[in-house]
T-cell receptor
Framework: DAGVTQSPTHLIKTRGQQVTLRCSPK?????VSWYQQALGQGPQFIFQ???????QRGNFPDRFSGHQFPNYSSELNVNALLLGDSALYLC?????????????FGNGTRLTVT | QKEVEQDPGPLSVPEGAIVSLNCTYS??????FMWYRQYSRKGPELLMY????GNKEDGRFTAQVDKSSKYISLFIRDSQPSDSATYLC???????????FGAGTRLFVKA
């Protein structure tokens, strides 16, 4: 049973550049959420996608955008990178049809902005 | 004030000790409560998932929720060095899209 997979595992970008992170949800899951985890902090909610639409968004600027594809996989895009965007970006999936089913996480993409 | 407060530790205990990890929260609408374990360079792994108040036990782990006090706990019995990790509490509202996490408590179990 494939869990949540994310790519790439590590990424180094320069301030001002753009980055795209990718996620495939756990088999059978249809909802994908993205979280940002700074060093020593808990994950912070960025947004959630269900049925290819953004359903809710956390307190993140419009530089953060996403997309969900018909096969439920998802991308997170960050434009105009800032040094403060350096963090672990986590993708999590769940089954929307089961009320408040818990999130299952991938191992994340470690983004370093220099 | 943060919605979820969690002591970051670190907490260091000897092997075999009982570990108590705690979180407090301010949003009375939270109904679903979770504990995740996160090893270094890995994503969070779901340990316990409970609804509303009460206790839930799974092997060496026991989760407690006291909604009247807005306080949740995770107990680890017979702790092992392999339990050394960061433990994150998390919670969500009924029908809510987002899950709110605590900052995580770093636990070290010494052999």
């Amino acid at each position: 049973d494939a869990g949540v997979t994310q790519s790439p595992t590590h990424l180094i970008k320069t301030r001002g550049q753009q980055v795209t992170l990718r996620c495939s949800p756990k088999s059978g899951h249809d909802t994908v959420s993205w979280y940002q985890q700074a060093l020593g902090q808990g994950p912070q909610f960025i947004f959630q996608y269900y049925e290819e639409e953004e359903r809710q968004r956390g307190n993140f600027p419009d530089r953060f955008s996403g997309h969900q594809f018909p096969n439920y996989s998802s991308e997170l895009n960050v434009n105009a990178l800032l040094l403060g965007d350096s963090a672990l970006y986590l993708c999590a999936s769940r089954l929307q049809g089961v009320r408040n089913s818990p999130l299952h996480f991938g191992n994340g993409t470690r983004l370093t902005v220099t | 004030q943060k919605e979820v407060e969690q002591d970051p530790g670190p907490l260091s205990v000897p092997e075999g000790a009982i570990v108590s990890l705690n979180c407090t929260y301010s949003n009375s609408a939270f109904q679903y409560f979770m504990w995740y374990r996160q090893y270094s360079r890995k994503g969070p792994e779901l340990l316990m998932y409970t609804y509303s108040s009460g206790n839930k036990e799974d092997g060496r782990f026991t989760a407690q929720v006291d909604k009247s006090s807005k306080y949740i706990s995770l107990f680890i019995r017979d702790s092992q060095p392999s339990d050394s990790a960061t433990y994150l509490c998390a919670m969500s509202e009924t029908g809510g899209f987002k899950t709110i996490f605590g900052a995580g408590t770093r636990l070290f179990v010494k052999a």
